[in-house]
């Protein structure tokens, strides 16, 4: 899936770092926090972070995990809300930070950028709605396929013996929480795909086996 940043044009981009300056976060670190107030956007260009929001019981629900080019905090830039999530650094992250009236002249100066952000957030919206049906349809261990599937595709790196590695510093945990699932269920989930040959796991990775069979696991 290409990001945001990649889809602009070389002085597009050079536009864009002009209206803003690097920054640097932790392994851990919130970048934007739910329900809090942002004055700029971020546009990622190393390192990886979910985006979850907390529940009234404390629980966290992880909603999506973001890589290298990707756009965050453009819906309270646009309406000028709240933030509608927390955005954490899974590992060290450095993103471009531009300030929301930057971001806003920067639009209004780049018509095609423009439709691209209405393009993205109709992705997003899509996405949405399929993770709301497999939440109806899917058992855990689909639900958990799907995720691995989703990851492979986007983060994963073929190896010439292994099969496709995904390396992430996601724990059980937060993959319970994308997967709206208990860490129990979760643990069980992974166990099954072991047993069925499609995956094997280790500290802070996955390898699937077999992409084509995880994905019909997930259906």
């Known amino acids: 899936m290409t990001e945001f940043f990649d889809l602009l044009h070389a002085d597009e981009q050079a536009a864009l770092e002009a209206a803003g300056h690097r920054r640097q976060w932790r392994r851990g670190a919130v970048i934007f926090r739910e329900a809090s107030r942002s004055e700029a956007v971020v546009i990622l260009r190393a390192g990886r972070v979910k985006v979850s929001s907390d529940t009234a019981s404390g629980t966290e629900v992880v909603l999506a995990v973001r890589g290298p080019g990707a756009l965050l905090g453009e819906l309270s830039a646009i309406d000028g809300g709240p933030m509608s999530a927390s955005v954490t650094a899974l590992e060290p992250v450095?993103?471009?930070?531009?300030?929301?009236?930057?971001?806003?002249?920067?639009?209004?100066?780049?018509?095609?950028?423009?439709?691209?952000?209405?393009?993205?957030?109709?992705?997003?919206?899509?996405?949405?709605?399929?993770?709301?049906?497999?939440?109806?349809?899917?058992?855990?261990?689909?639900?958990?396929?799907?995720?691995?599937?989703?990851?492979?595709?986007r983060f994963g790196e073929q190896t010439p013996e292994e099969g496709i590695r995904i390396s992430l510093p996601l724990s059980q945990d937060e993959l319970a929480g994308w997967t709206g699932s208990s860490r129990e269920a979760v643990t069980k989930a992974l166990r099954t795909l072991r047993e069925e040959g499609l995956i094997q796991t280790g500290r802070l990775h996955v390898v699937v086996h077999d992409l084509d069979a995880l994905r019909d696991r997930a259906q």
């Open 94 to 153: 450095t993103a471009l930070s531009v300030p929301s009236p930057d971001f806003e002249r920067y639009l209004l100066g780049h018509a095609r950028i423009s439709f691209l952000l209405m393009r993205e957030l109709t992705r997003r919206l899509r996405d949405a709605d399929r993770k709301r049906i497999e939440f109806g349809a899917f058992d855990t261990t689909g639900r958990v396929a799907a995720r691995l599937v989703e990851l492979a595709e």
